[in-house]
């Protein structure tokens, strides 16, 4: 009776500290006080160039050699280096970058909490007019802004994986078709 007692203990201590991270951001959209937008787990690397697979619409990236997805993508127009973060749940960039995508003070409201590596911050939330990487043309997408000190890159998360057809890795590279 006591071996199931502490078995059974131990599998809801494990499901009570596993299921909510699993649960992060699933169904969330911006609200007036909180958000949860990105994890920011970025460490440095090569950046290895989109290679357009076979087809309009599809793109595979290659691994950098800390395993991340690197590539030359288009915001609104412009040329951003991003790297594909599925744990983020928004595109994320920092309010250099906004800026120079035409959002100005007025349109960049830093009121929602988010959760960094870093830990919490401010954010804006805005709409994208639409992200681009070779043939992929995705449009409306939602994305979430911090400061400059909280984030030093462009993270591409689901708010843009989401609009695509598919996604999926193998043999080191990352498939995306839209």
């Known amino acids: 009776m006591l071996m199931r007692t502490v078995i059974f203990a131990s599998i809801a201590v494990a499901l009570a500290t596993q299921v909510p991270s699993l649960l992060h951001g699933i169904g969330e959209q911006p609200a007036a006080d909180s958000a949860s937008a990105t ?75 988010v959760n960094t590596a870093n830990g919490q911050t401010k954010a804006a939330h805005v709409t994208l007019d639409r992200v681009e990487i070779g043939g992929i043309h995705v449009r409306s997408v939602e994305a979430f802004v911090l400061k400059d ?30």
């Open 149 to 178: 000190e909280a984030l030093s890159m462009t993270l591409v998360g689901m708010s843009f994986l989401k609009k695509l057809q598919s996604y999926s890795v193998a043999d080191g590279a990352l498939s995306l078709k839209q």
């Open 39 to 113: 994890h920011t787990s970025v460490q440095t690397g090569e950046a290895r160039s989109p290679v357009p697979a076979s087809g309009s619409g599809r793109m595979l990236l290659q691994a950098d050699a800390q395993g991340h997805y690197r590539g030359d993508f288009k915001i609104n127009g412009k040329p951003v280096q991003g790297l594909i973060d599925t744990g983020a749940t928004y595109v994320a960039l920092n309010e250099s970058l906004a800026r120079h995508l035409g959002y100005g003070a007025g349109q960049l409201d830093f009121r929602y909490a």
